[in-house]
């Protein structure tokens, strides 16, 4: 899926910096050098340190079922492919402005609500789809579910219906897209998750390769 050269390659991961807002009570972003070119070593080595969760990310099963699949589980190609970008800013159910999509060729869709517009200030309250989404969407053959939010269900769930759903149905669930910018319509999207041995989740370099 390399860009040709009338393609343009748009950048829907946010930023992970030390002002990157965090799920409260999760361990925060930090990047460290080790080792310094100043201080008189021959390169620099940077660390980093923080949640899986951070930012732009995908949700492993594992993160909401001790059952499920680890993120190095996951098949790669789920996560690089034909998407929707469809606009559900408007307050309402998502469905209605899915019903005319055809996702037999497109199995995967992004949402872009405007629930998080400062990556520095974690929302106090963001919108989540309809609790039928989930089953309709996996009835049409959608493989991958993305939102422009901090998760699929609401900040203070328990319960975790969405992502249960979701996980049920074999969909897979990416978290803190940047789609402000972004105009509805289909794209091919890629943004793989690394492949960290036994996690419940990866952060994303995300992006969309749309038209000129």
């Known amino acids: 899926?390399?860009?040709?050269?009338?393609?343009?390659?748009?950048?829907?991961?946010?930023?992970?910096?030390?002002?990157?807002?965090?799920?409260?009570?999760?361990?925060?972003?930090?990047?460290?050098?080790?080792?310094?070119?100043a201080?008189?070593?021959?390169?620099?080595?940077?660390?980093?340190?923080?949640?899986?969760?951070?930012?732009?990310h995908c949700d492993a099963p594992y993160h909401f079922d001790d059952a499920g699949a680890t993120v190095d589980q996951l098949p790669p190609g789920t996560f690089a492919g034909p998407a929707w970008v469809v606009d559900v800013t408007a307050d309402g159910a998502w469905r209605p402005r899915l019903e005319e999509l055809d996702f037999s060729a497109t199995p995967r869709v992004l949402f872009r609500t405007g629930g998080w517009p400062d990556t520095a200030r974690f929302p106090a309250a963001i919108p989540v789809?309809?609790?039928?989404?989930?089953?309709?969407?996996?009835?049409?053959?959608?493989?991958?579910?993305?939102?422009?939010?901090?998760?699929?269900?609401?900040?203070?769930?328990?319960?975790?219906?969405?992502?249960?759903a979701l996980g049920r149905a074999g969909v897979a669930i990416v978290e803190g897209l940047w789609l402000d910018h972004v105009a509805p319509g289909r794209y091919d999207f890629v943004g793989l998750?690394?492949?960290?041995?036994?996690?419940?989740?990866?952060?994303?370099?995300?992006?969309?390769?749309g038209p000129a």
């Open 129 to 164: 789809m309809e609790p039928a989404l989930p089953a309709w969407l996996a009835a049409r053959g959608v493989v991958l579910v993305g939102v422009d939010v901090p998760s699929v269900d609401v900040l203070d769930s328990k319960t975790l219906d969405n992502h249960h």
């Open 193 to 209: 998750p690394l492949r960290l041995v036994g996690a419940d989740g990866s952060p994303l370099r995300a992006v969309l390769l």
């Open 1 to 37: 899926m390399t860009p040709s050269p009338d393609r343009r390659v748009v950048d829907i991961s946010r930023p992970v910096g030390a002002d990157t807002a965090g799920w409260p009570g999760d361990v925060p972003y930090a990047f460290t050098l080790s080792w310094k070119k």
């Open 39 to 56: 201080a008189g070593a021959s390169v620099n080595v940077g660390a980093i340190t923080g949640s899986v969760h951070t930012a732009t």
